[in-house]
């Protein structure tokens, strides 16, 4: 009996980092170590989600169904997830992926946007998989108006909710009132999905548990869009620190970080002046690399960029911002240069 269920998403959240050049072998080595250790759920996709690979969000490498027949094969015990997002991936997908052997569906929408899950949670469970509602940028409403989006996810038939930190934004409190409502009022499971761009990624989770979530996320090395995410190696070694029973060998876990994942981005995990803004702004972790570019392109700040898309409430889903606005930021300057 273990107190949460851990979903490892290295290989959807962390392909952000790696801008989705995740190759078959690649899936095929962290699988097996992810299955070896004893993680019980492993999410594989487009780090957008099913269909994700595009112009807007960047091309894979190589199509996330090969991805996901390599992670069938690597597979002995644990789970297979995918996250999808309904606009961006369709219901062929579902039916594919079902297809392939795919156990978790996830599907994510904007914290208010719950409404448009309804159709891909309801296929999903008649296709007889394990549904997750995902309610990105959990931050930007207040709690209350975040239960009565989880509580559409849950009449559609959701087998857990989640509270996700998109922006790595949430402090202590604010993942505990969120968490703690929904675990008061609603009969599904609660999860918390959270980014470290405030160094707070494992403190929040282990709030999160305090409050009785049921599932956590984390990616190896904290490999992850933005400044990364919560590490799955330090949440499971600090869980059994603290007497909380995750079913994870936590040696392995490490190993699998250090030796399988850590060479494909030496650097991530390091949270630099770029990521700690996109917390501090609230601002969607995947718009970082898109958000250097531009910033590079039109010779402005970075930190400009983001806090700006911060300012006007920006959204997954809405990247053309980001050039829109560095442009703007670019005519700004020179005006003011004349």
Do not use: W
Request: include cysteine.
């Amino acid at each position: 009996m273990t107190d949460y269920r851990l979903t490892d998403s290295t290989l959807r959240d962390g392909s952000h980092a790696i801008r989705h050049q995740f190759t078959p072998d690649q899936v095929s080595a962290i699988v097996a170590g992810l299955d070896d250790a004893g993680v019980p759920v492993i999410e594989v996709s487009h780090g957008d989600g099913l269909g994700g690979s595009s112009f807007n969000y960047g091309f894979s490498g190589t199509s996330e169904f090969e991805l996901l027949e390599a992670a069938v094969e690597a597979r002995s015990d644990a789970l297979l997830a995918v996250l999808l997002l309904p606009g961006i991936g369709v219901r062929h997908d579902l039916h594919r992926v079902n297809d392939l052997g795919v156990d978790v569906a996830r599907i994510a929408t904007h914290c208010t946007e719950a409404d448009i899950s309804e159709q891909h949670i309801k296929l999903a469970k008649k296709l007889g998989m394990e549904t997750v509602g995902f309610l990105m940028l959990s931050h930007m409403i207040e709690p209350d108006q975040l239960l009565g989006q989880a509580k559409l996810m849950e009449s559609y038939g959701a087998d857990c909710v989640y509270v996700v930190d998109s922006a790595g934004a949430m402090t202590l409190d604010a993942v505990r009132t969120r968490v703690g409502l929904l675990k008061e009022n609603l009969s599904c499971q609660v999860g918390l999905h959270a980014h470290n761009n405030l160094a707070l990624a494992v403190a929040n989770s282990l709030v999160a548990v305090d409050e009785g979530a049921d599932q956590i996320d984390g990616c190896a090395t904290g490999l992850g869009a933005g400044a990364g995410n919560c590490p799955t190696e330090i949440l499971v070694a600090a869980s059994e620190r603290m007497g909380i029973s995750t079913g994870i060998d936590p040696f392995k876990a490490m190993d699998t970080a250090e030796e399988v994942v850590r060479p494909l981005a030496p650097h991530q995990g390091v949270i630099d002046r770029d990521g700690l803004i996109l917390g501090y702004a609230g601002v969607y972790g995947s718009f970082l690399l898109h958000a250097k570019k531009a910033a590079a392109d039109f010779d402005v700040d970075t930190r400009d960029i983001l806090m700006t898309l911060g300012d006007r409430k920006v959204v997954g889903g809405q990247e053309d911002m980001i050039i829109d606005v560095a442009a703007e930021l670019q005519r700004h300057a020179a005006k003011d240069s004349t």
